[in-house]
């Protein structure tokens, strides 16, 4: 995994904190296990997005880029969730769709 090379904005991050609460709500995950450590590295990243930290851990990158990622195919119809959510996610599509761009960069 590459260093970020961006600067995220204040939407940024506010759009990232939004997917973040979304993401344990869409219980992806195969076992508890791997739920409580996602939760626990959901809220690790948060506060560090809060704070403005760049100390992010892999785990806390992987769980941003899934976080964004489920966002992502909620706007595209692939992944059902609820009503509200659906409406949040759709008034955040541009911003998703730049984030997945930039952190599919750094996975590659």
């Known amino acids: 995994m590459k260093h970020i090379s961006y600067s995220f904005s204040d939407s940024d991050i506010e759009v990232i904190l939004f997917t973040l ?15 409580a450590i996602n939760l626990q590295c959901c809220r690790s990243a948060g506060e560090k997005l809060i704070k403005r930290r760049t100390d992010i851990a892999p785990n806390e ?25 659906k409406k949040k996610c759709t008034g955040y599509l541009f911003t998703i769709n730049k984030l997945v761009s930039i952190f599919d960069k750094q996975m590659s």
Do not use: C, K, M, W
């Open 61 to 85: 990158f992987r769980v941003i880029y899934a976080s964004l990622h489920a966002a992502q195919l909620i706007n595209q119809g692939e992944l059902e969730t609820d009503t509200e959510t």
């Open 21 to 35: 609460t979304v993401f344990p709500s869409l219980e992806l995950e195969e076992t508890e296990a791997q739920a």
